[in-house]
């Protein structure tokens, strides 16, 4: 079989020197997306311990699986969790968790939890579609809007670019920018129409570090036009695998006029969803403790 | 929250705005529209849930095609039809 | 009077000539790399067919995506300018011009002389043209020219709900693998093209009556599920993708 460029790695991760048996309250969070499905644990509210998987063909079966793997190496059992919940594209189908949360208001918290209360606009660009995101200190959503009519701007975009040049996804990014001259952008939006392009600029005898180049910054321009709509307002951070794009986040930047806030070294852009949802599994099994 | 619904691309921009703290859930808008594009829906906001009005997940990727026969109208149904004034709706072609 | 239009597609390069408004000659070349190479050769095998020399023609006229670099051409006409001329050519009675190309679709309202009233395009975006149904067959691994004849044989109208054709293209793997039947896949492409053709052509009023050309007219499928969208018959010439040369060749002086 030939290799797979877009294959990004599936990875797991428990943060050291943590036991969550002294903890108080364990709870969890499930980003059910489209390309990829992220699970979270959290002890008393703080990040313990993640997965990042593929999605399958089966929202529940990934939702299973993504967090039998945060699970792993942990001693903890799924009833140890004392609420989950779901969010992302597949959030009605994660057959544990007590509710499902919409993706907007989960990236928003957690980009809060994160980076902290100063931010305020978080643009996710994500597998399969891509969503800016305004709020407010208490990361209370306050505006926000997402494009997914199309895979211009997304993840998806991008992995077939890698797929089409062979590759690698995660050197995309720094191979993009290792050009002497920036080139004029891709001209199409339209995925399949760049991709038209790029084979006739191959064949004109661009080096594909060019190629890469040319449609990183058309994906950045088309992304500049959704956050017109919200105003980027300080402090803007990027969550989503795109984040981890250095070539897109480079030239983004440069086209806002502003840096966006680095990636945190304990967490994973991708999972900012996931985290929100953790963080609202603990305020939801907090109130109904109460209730009852 | 004001949600935006829609999209912007090389044709133009075009969204169905709802300020869910303005709607009050009270569907007037699902009636209105000709396309069956609204549906009202519970949103998680503060811890609480509240009954406000949405493009349906069926409609939302496809608004270009779906809210097309009511472009060219200056003020569409769903906004005229909103008496707490919580849709607004901005289209402007390039 | 003999006349030349030449419209040079995104996908193929047609040259149709005319003399006294009939049709002598008509060719057809892939635009390739060098669009205006291809539109050179197509051109002189379409005047060879026609038993005339560049020296009989007295205008050539361009329109098409790649209009600007067409050879020979002394004057040129919009897209929709030509499809409302040669669909009234045609079809005295169109009143709407439905051209569905390689790589947009567009609707045309015009008047019984073919002149053009008013116009929706939608372009920049491969879910709305012919390369969304090519790239679904690639997808089904099914030809292309068999696409059509397969939707027919359709039990059940499968939704899509993918509206980009990346997406679809998932789309259209995850329903093999849930073992739908080709057919039905193959009519739940149609109906989906079928369906953001007919709402664009919706903002103009559908007018009758409506004709269809452009190459993906010639799909049999497609014309089917674009009935059903819209509700309405269609008319669709034989050689459905010269009608914008054959408009281009029409096309009055400057």
């Known amino acids: 079989m030939s290799k797979e460029f877009w294959r990004w790695?599936?990875?797991?991760?428990?943060?050291?020197?943590?036991?969550?048996?002294?903890?108080?309250?364990?709870?969890?969070?499930?980003?059910?997306?489209?390309?990829?499905?992220?699970?979270?644990?959290?002890?008393?509210?703080?990040?313990?311990?993640?997965?990042?998987?593929?999605?399958?063909?089966?929202?529940?079966?990934?939702?299973?699986?993504?967090?039998?793997?945060?699970?792993?190496?942990?001693?903890?059992?799924?009833?140890?969790?004392?609420?989950?919940?779901?969010?992302?594209?597949?959030?009605?189908?994660?057959?544990?968790?007590?509710?499902?949360?919409?993706?907007?208001?989960?990236?928003?918290?957690?980009?809060?939890?994160?980076?902290?209360?100063?931010?305020?606009?978080?643009?996710?660009?994500?597998?399969?579609?891509?969503?800016?995101?305004?709020?407010?200190?208490?990361?209370?959503?306050?505006?926000?809007?997402?494009?997914?009519?199309?895979?211009?701007?997304?993840?998806?975009?991008?992995?077939?670019?890698?797929?089409?040049?062979?590759?690698?996804?995660?050197?995309?990014?720094?191979m993009s920018l290792s050009v002497d001259k920036e080139p004029e952008p891709v001209s199409s939006t339209c995925v399949v129409f760049a991709k038209s392009e790029a084979v006739g600029l191959l064949r004109k005898g661009w080096p594909k570090n060019m190629v890469l180049a040319a449609y990183c910054s058309a994906m950045a321009n088309r992304v500049s036009e959704l956050l017109e709509k919200i105003k980027v307002e300080k402090e803007f951070v990027i969550t989503g695998g795109i984040a981890k794009n250095i070539g897109v986040v480079k030239r983004l930047e440069n086209i806002i006029g502003f840096k966006a806030l680095p990636i945190q070294e304990k967490f994973d852009p991708m999972t900012a969803g996931s985290i929100g949802a953790a963080l609202f599994a603990k305020a939801l099994y907090e109130r109904s403790a109460k209730s009852t | 929250m004001i949600v935006h619904y829609g999209y912007k691309d090389g044709s133009g921009e075009y969204f169905i705005s709802v300020d869910t703290d303005k709607c009050n859930g009270c569907g007037d808008c699902v009636e209105a529209c000709p396309a069956n594009v609204l549906e009202m829906t519970t949103m998680m906001i503060d811890l609480e849930d509240k009954l406000v009005a949405a493009v349906t997940e069926e409609h939302r990727n496809k608004i270009k095609y779906s809210c097309a026969p009511c472009k060219p109208e200056e003020t569409p149904p769903c906004v005229s039809a909103c008496k707490q004034a919580a849709i607004t709706h901005t289209w402007k072609p390039q | 009077m003999t006349t030349a239009g030449i419209d040079m597609g995104a996908r193929n390069i047609k040259v149709v000539i005319l003399k006294d408004n009939k049709i002598l000659s008509k060719g057809i070349a892939l635009s390739g790399f060098d669009q205006k190479a291809s539109a050179e050769k197509a051109f002189n095998e379409t005047l060879t067919k026609a038993g005339l020399s560049h020296d009989d023609i007295k205008r050539i006229v361009a329109t098409g995506a790649g209009?600007?670099?067409?050879?020979?051409?002394?004057?040129?006409?919009?897209?929709?300018?030509?499809?409302?001329?040669?669909?009234?050519?045609?079809?005295?009675?169109?009143?709407?011009?439905?051209?569905?190309?390689?790589?947009?679709?567009?609707?045309?309202?015009?008047?019984?002389?073919?002149?053009?009233?008013?116009?929706?395009?939608?372009?920049?975006?491969?879910?709305?043209?012919?390369?969304?149904?090519?790239?679904?067959?690639?997808?089904?691994?099914?030809?292309?020219?068999?696409?059509?004849?397969?939707?027919?044989?359709?039990?059940?109208?499968?939704?899509?709900?993918?509206?980009?054709?990346?997406?679809?293209?998932?789309?259209?793997?995850?329903?093999?693998?849930?073992?739908?039947?080709?057919?039905?896949?193959?009519?739940?492409?149609?109906?989906?093209?079928?369906?953001?053709?007919?709402?664009?052509?919706?903002?103009?009023?559908?007018?009758?009556?409506?004709?269809?050309?452009?190459?993906?007219?010639?799909?049999?499928?497609?014309?089917?599920?674009?009935?059903?969208?819209?509700?309405?018959?269609?008319?669709?010439?034989?050689?459905?993708?010269?009608?914008?040369?054959?408009?281009?060749?029409?096309?009055?002086?400057?």
């Open chain 1, 9 to 174: 790695p599936e990875y797991r991760r428990t943060v050291p020197g943590k036991d969550w048996k002294n903890a108080e309250v364990v709870t969890a969070g499930v980003d059910i997306g489209s390309v990829s499905s992220k699970a979270v644990i959290m002890t008393d509210g703080e990040l313990y311990a993640y997965s990042i998987m593929r999605t399958g063909s089966s929202s529940p079966d990934s939702a299973q699986k993504a967090m039998d793997r945060a699970l792993e190496e942990t001693g903890m059992k799924l009833d140890d969790i004392k609420y989950t919940v779901g969010t992302g594209y597949g959030r009605v189908n994660v057959p544990f968790a007590n509710r499902a949360i919409t993706e907007i208001a989960c990236h928003a918290r957690g980009a809060n939890y994160i980076w902290g209360p100063k931010v305020r606009t978080v643009l996710d660009m994500g597998g399969q579609d891509c969503k800016a995101i305004h709020c407010d200190e208490r990361g209370k959503v306050t505006a926000f809007l997402m494009n997914d009519k199309c895979a211009a701007g997304t993840g998806r975009g991008m992995e077939v670019f890698a797929d089409l040049l062979s590759v690698p996804i995660e050197e995309v990014g720094p």
């Open chain 3, 67 to 254: 209009k600007d670099v067409a050879p020979y051409a002394n004057s040129e006409i919009s897209m929709m300018g030509a499809d409302a001329l040669g669909g009234a050519y045609l079809f005295p009675s169109a009143r709407t011009v439905i051209d569905v190309g390689a790589e947009e679709g567009r609707a045309v309202k015009c008047d019984d002389k073919g002149k053009m009233i008013d116009f929706v395009i939608n372009e920049r975006c491969a879910a709305g043209a012919g390369t969304f149904v090519e790239a679904m067959s690639r997808a089904l691994e099914v030809k292309l020219e068999e696409m059509g004849p397969l939707s027919l044989k359709a039990e059940k109208a499968v939704p899509m709900n993918a509206q980009c054709t990346i997406f679809a293209e998932s789309e259209v793997v995850s329903l093999i693998h849930a073992k739908t039947p080709k057919a039905d896949i193959s009519k739940a492409i149609h109906d989906a093209i079928a369906d953001r053709i007919a709402s664009m052509t919706r903002r103009l009023g559908i007018q009758r009556d409506v004709i269809l050309v452009g190459g993906v007219a010639k799909n049999v499928g497609f014309i089917e599920s674009l009935k059903g969208a819209l509700g309405v018959d269609l008319l669709v010439p034989d050689d459905p993708e010269f009608v914008g040369a054959i408009g281009a060749a029409l096309a009055p002086a400057k």
